[in-house]
């Protein structure tokens, strides 16, 4: 009962930036937190970042700790992931996940992901 719809993903240049935004929609009153995946073809699903829904708590992989940002307008019901200085390494297809509990990195919705692809 929670949908979730990521945009913004693209080609972009080493050292460039990019804003990918999600936007939920169905129990919107029973979220606990949501937060950023990434995936690369053959490798294991990666957490980037999460942020609470309620309470404005964040917290990020040490990988892009300083160059990303979580954040959500609830008033827009919707998460966004600014992403600077791009590296080729961060070249993912990256997932928004939602969770109507705390229950870790364990995520109960999850959006159809957007490819970033970043060149060198």
């Known amino acids: 009962q929670v949908q979730l719809v990521e945009s913004g993903g693209g080609l972009v240049q080493a050292g460039g930036s990019l804003r990918l935004s999600c936007v939920v929609s169905g129990q919107i009153l029973k979220l606990y937190k949501l937060a950023w995946f990434r995936q690369v073809s053959g490798t294991e699903r990666e957490f980037v970042a999460e942020?609470?829904?309620?309470?404005?708590?964040?917290a990020y992989a040490d990988s892009v700790k300083g160059r990303f940002t979580i954040s959500r307008d609830n008033a827009k019901s919707t998460i966004y992931l600014q992403m600077n200085n791009l590296k080729p390494e961060d070249t993912a297809l990256y997932y928004c996940?939602?969770?109507?509990?705390?229950?870790?990195?364990?995520?109960?919705?999850w959006g159809r992901g957007t490819q970033v692809t970043v060149s060198s």
């Open positions: 996940a939602a969770a109507l509990s705390d229950g870790g990195l364990k995520y109960d919705y």
């Open positions: 942020v609470m829904w309620v309470y404005d708590n964040t």
